[in-house]
């Protein structure tokens, strides 16, 4: 299965800023592809932190 393009957009709808979506991309060294944006989301949500 081929995963979605992360857009600004995508990034949006997960829940993350601009901010956030910078760090994950410091701490992985590169951009992260769609399954690793919706487990920091998950990750750094209020409701699962």
Not at 7 to 25: C, F, M, N, R
Not at 33 to 49: K, L
Request: aromatic share 10%; with cysteine; charged share 20%.
């Amino acid at each position: 299965m081929i995963e979605p393009v992360v857009t600004s957009e995508l990034v949006e709808e997960h829940g993350l800023s601009p901010e956030e979506y910078i760090y994950i991309k410091t701490i992985l060294g590169r951009e992260p592809t769609y399954t690793e944006v919706g487990i920091f989301s998950v990750m750094w949500s209020a409701h699962c932190s």
